[in-house]
């Protein structure tokens, strides 16, 4: 009865979910390119780490620019429990989030007092330092990385995929589980907690919200999605190594994601990750000699975005402003004709 | 037995002491009045009832706990509402998720949450404003959100700062009547007000504050007929009937 009346007052999203799933799941249809469906399976990769990285940065407010550690603990956590215990990712995927939310809340004591500016440009320190410390610690592979590719076992159990559709819906179901549970997050109490904390901390402290406490929340789920989403792209890539997993420019890419695709939004994280790695995809591959293209096109479209969309791509479909331009445009060219 | 009381509160800035040995009680139910010359140190009082910021020295008591050590947020959840000066709207949200956002407090499921901030909105007449952001609404308006955000929390008490400032005369006499229905609801209120003649007209006491300490406390009539109290007025370069 109660999951009836939810459903009744959640119809919106509930279209949503439905239109934009069949969608994603109808898009190997296309094309069952090997390119294509990797480039398919990253981006929904790159959408879950950009929807964990919005309860923090998006709904809380409290951008972090450090969350390729926790990309890199899930990514490590899954590599080793395959190679050296031949357990499956589908286990070692919580330990790996588990590991990644204390992570988070040790992290999180110190760097979550800071604000703004602050806190951003500690979390990038605290991601530099991961770094090193991976690419020192022989134990886990140092500096060389940990390869391995499993060919004796089902790839159901490994979930590394030769043929990568079947691997594209298990993404694609995780991505569906997380928006789902960024929408309840939204929803409740705790979504209003971290958008008054968002909004003026001082003020929501007034108004009775211990934002200590919500924030740390907060960020360790945050952390816990993009373990995660670590967790798959490791079964995805075969091969990690510090390089790879804990450069700036992958915690910043998940920023740039969520920031393109529509900040403290349910679907901006899943448009801005598609935009983004298709993007990348294309522009190495088709403009090889062109190195920086990619970054080029970056530029521009975060031009773009800061212009004409300062919340994002997805307020294309959401706002009614934008929805009015492009009505007007419609009108007048019909006028015109 | 008072519902809260100020014993020796000082509060210091460096070498700045903003507020220097006040104490007073407020009593359940009444309304008492705050006043005092700019920058005697009545917001730097109200920052330390509300927790904002820590005493240097003293207590607060409130309804029976000492929570001279709480965080805001504890004294919030312990029946304290507030408002600022200035206000602090969350100005990404509507006027409907302000209000919910307090009433949390109470109900934790949002959907009972925002019923109730529907009719706080009500009360405070803000139902026409609901579904704007914050950020959309002039200086007035906020700060009837904010007496809105705080009450939705149903404290025992609310702590008022300068509401009536900038006001006109109409919408100075609307605020009044709010700050009377408020309290005739049950909750006790302690309000800033640098116009004298506000807090004259709605005040059981007032209590004067200069330089940081507390000249005197007493009925409005005690106070507006006391030589130091219109010294301090007329010395300060302020008028005391104004
Ligand atoms: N955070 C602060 N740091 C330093 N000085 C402060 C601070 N807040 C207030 N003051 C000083 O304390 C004194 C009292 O200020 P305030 O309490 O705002 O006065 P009022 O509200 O009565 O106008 C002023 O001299 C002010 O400059
Ligand atoms: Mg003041």
């Not at chain 1, 410390?133 to 159901?156: H, R």
């Not at chain 1, 920031?259 to 935009?275: E, R």
């Not at chain 2, 009593?27 to 005092?36: L, T």
Request: glycine share 10%; proline share 2%; with cysteine.
């Amino acid at each position: 009865m109660r999951l009836k009346s939810v459903l009744a007052s959640e119809k919106g999203f509930v279209r949503q979910v439905v239109i934009v799933m069949v969608i994603l799941a109808l898009i190997p249809a296309i094309s069952r390119g090997e390119f294509f469906v990797s480039t398919l399976c990253l981006s929904v990769i790159w959408a879950i780490m950009g929807i964990g990285w919005n309860v923090i940065g998006g709904y809380a407010g409290q951008v972090s620019n450090g969350h390729a550690m926790f990309f890199a603990v899930g990514a490590y956590v899954g590599a080793w429990g395959l190679k050296a215990f031949h357990m499956t990712p589908w286990i070692t995927m919580w330990i790996g989030a588990a590991l990644c939310m204390l992570l988070a809340f040790i992290v999180g004591w110190p760097l979550l007092r800071l604000r703004g500016h602050y806190f951003a440009i500690s979390t990038m320190a605290i991601v530099e330092c991961v770094r090193i410390i991976c690419t020192n610690w022989d134990l886990i592979g140092g500096a060389t990385g940990v390869s391995f590719f499993e060919k004796e076992m089902s790839p159901f159990y490994t979930l590394q995929f030769q043929n990568r559709v079947p691997f594209y819906y298990i993404c694609l179901a995780f991505m569906l589980a997380f928006i789902i549970i960024s929408r309840v997050i939204q929803q409740s109490k705790f979504g209003y907690y971290c958008r008054a904390i968002k909004a003026n901390q001082d003020s929501a402290e007034s108004a009775g919200v211990n934002s200590t406490s919500y924030k740390r929340w907060a960020y360790m789920i945050s952390a816990a999605i993009v373990g995660i989403g670590g967790a798959l792209y490791a079964q995805y890539i075969q091969y990690i190594d510090p390089v790879s997993l804990l450069p700036l420019s992958n915690s910043m890419l998940i920023v740039l994601i969520v920031v393109m695709g529509g900040i403290g939004t349910i679907w901006g994280p899943v448009l801005g990750a598609f935009i983004m790695t298709f993007i990348n995809q294309y522009a190495r591959a088709l403009f090889n000699q062109l190195s920086g293209l990619n970054l080029f096109i970056y530029g521009v479209l975060c031009l773009i975005i800061v212009l004409f969309l300062p919340k994002g791509l997805i307020s294309i479909f959401t706002n009614d402003k934008v929805k009015g331009v492009f009505k007007k445009n419609k009108e007048s060219g019909k006028e015109a004709e | 037995m008072a519902l809260l009381e100020i014993k020796n509160a000082t509060k210091a800035f460096g070498g700045l002491k903003a507020n220097e040995d006040v104490t007073f009680d407020v009593e359940a139910g009444s309304i008492v009045g705050v006043v005092g010359p700019n920058g005697a140190g009545k917001t730097t009082l109200f920052n330390s009832i509300s927790r904002t910021h820590d005493l240097t020295s003293g207590q607060i008591i409130f309804d029976g706990k000492d929570i001279t050590k709480y965080k805001a947020y504890q004294a919030c959840a312990h029946g304290m509402g507030r408002t600022y000066q200035i206000p602090q709207a969350l100005e990404d949200m509507t006027v409907l998720e302000n209000i919910t956002v307090g009433a949390l407090l109470k109900h934790s499921k949002v959907f009972d949450a925002m019923e109730k901030a529907k009719e706080v909105s009500e009360f405070c007449g803000l139902t026409e404003l609901n579904g704007k952001l914050a950020s959309g609404l002039n200086v007035m308006q906020k700060k009837r959100l904010e007496i809105a955000r705080a009450l939705a929390g149903e404290p025992k008490i609310l702590l008022l700062d300068e509401t009536m400032a900038g006001l006109n005369g109409v919408e100075r006499d609307e605020a009044i009547e709010l700050i009377r229905r408020i309290n005739k609801s049950g909750v006790t209120i302690l309000m800033i007000e640098h116009v004298m003649k506000v807090v004259m007209s709605v005040s059981d006491k007032v209590v004067v504050i200069v330089s940081g300490k507390k000249l005197m406390e007493g009925s409005p009539e005690e106070v507006t007929t006391h030589p130091e109290v219109i010294n301090a007025y007329l010395g300060g370069g302020h008028n005391a009937g104004r």
